[in-house]
């Protein structure tokens, strides 16, 4: 039985609408860590880049970068201990290369964001997290969660963008080696009905961040 030590960063990741900000919450409860939330609703650009890819995507991607390097700052200011709603990773490689090759982000755009994010990175702000969880869930559910959820925005959006966000993830967590991984099914707990049901999440995380850590002497 290993336990979480108290300076970690643990990194939650998965589509839109899977639960990241939902499991955020739950874990930091129990944990007793502190959160990083992606916040919507003072987002100045998200509702104008569902309306129009074309002309905000950059606007968007540069806001998110922005706002991610701030948590970051704050995550390591703080010496760690945080759960943290969605990675930089995301941002990077699936949003911002997703709307690239979808040719709603020029080359010369993406261009510029990616030095942006390589300069960020090189910056002493970026630790990497210890661990990333990656929330796995049926396409089906993750549209229903959209739904019922209710942002106008997201449900306005053509099914296509969701599913092609979605393959884009199941590809992405394939490759993905930046820091270990632990793959959790939004069916293996319930945050809201039975919240000790975390018990073995919990125990899962436990177990890579220790042997993490062993290997590279933490
Ligand atoms: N374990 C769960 N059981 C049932 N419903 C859930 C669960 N987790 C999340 N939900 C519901 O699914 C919807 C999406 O959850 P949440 O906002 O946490 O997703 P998200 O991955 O953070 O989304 P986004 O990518 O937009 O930030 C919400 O309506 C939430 O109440
Ligand atoms: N980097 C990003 N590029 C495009 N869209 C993004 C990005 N990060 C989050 N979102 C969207 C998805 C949800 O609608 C909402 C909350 O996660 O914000």
Known sequence: MYTIPNDAIITIAGTVGVGKSSLTK??????????????????????????????WSFHLQIYFLAERFKEQKRMFEYGGGFI?????????????????????????????????????????????????????????????????????????TDETYWRALYTRYVEWIENFNACPVVRININEYDVYGDIDSLDPVIEKIAKVIHTHRAMHKR
């Open 26 to 55: 739950a874990l930091a409860e129990k944990l007793n860590f502190r959160t990083s939330f992606e916040k919507v609703d003072n987002n100045p650009y998200l509702e104008k880049f569902y309306n129009d890819f074309d002309r």
């Open 84 to 156: 943290q709603d969605r990675s930089i990773y995301e941002d990077v490689d699936i949003f911002a290369k997703m709307h690239e090759e979808g040719g709603t982000m020029t080359k010369e755009d993406f261009a510029t964001y990616y030095q942006l994010y390589e300069a960020m990175v090189m910056t002493p702000y970026f630790p990497q997290p210890d661990c990333l969880i990656f929330l796995e869930s049926d396409y089906e559910d993750v549209i229903n969660r959209i739904a019922e959820r209710g942002r106008q925005m997201e449900i306005e």
